[in-house]
């Protein structure tokens, strides 16, 4: 049976609202790791990353496939803020969070964690 665009969004959101949760677990982790690094850029990259899979609809961890985290966000977050951030520091802090996450929670997605592996 085909999934409603009601029920897409739904499962959309309450991913969404998850990946929120992680998100303060993250910044909760990087204060206690480093105290003396401002996490401001990883919370904010880490913030949009969610926001942008959000957009896309995207409800579940093995969705997020290396062209959306490697490429497709970093088109979107260069144009949407103008900055010119490189592409392994965006691919260095997307990273870090995934890690966290398979640490904390075992969450894993293995084709996207050697994705940040490739150059």
């Not at 909760?28 to 904010?44: C, E, G, Q, R, Y």
């Not at 965006?90 to 490739?118: A, C, P, Q, R």
Request: net charge neutral; no cysteine.
């Amino acid at each position: 049976m085909t999934e409603s665009p009601r029920q897409k969004y739904d499962a959309a959101d309450r991913f969404h609202k998850k990946m929120v949760e992680y998100i303060d677990e993250y910044r909760v982790h990087i204060l206690l790791v480093n105290p003396v690094l401002d996490p401001t850029n990883n919370l904010a990259v880490t913030q949009e990353f969610v926001n942008y899979l959000f957009s896309n609809l995207i409800k579940d961890f093995d969705e997020i496939t290396v062209s959306i985290a490697n490429s497709k966000f970093y088109a979107f977050f260069i144009v949407t803020y103008k900055q010119e951030v490189p592409k392994d520091v965006v691919k260095g802090i997307l990273k870090d969070f995934f890690t966290f996450l398979y640490g904390k929670h075992g969450i894993k997605n293995e084709k996207l964690m050697k994705g940040f592996e490739e150059k």
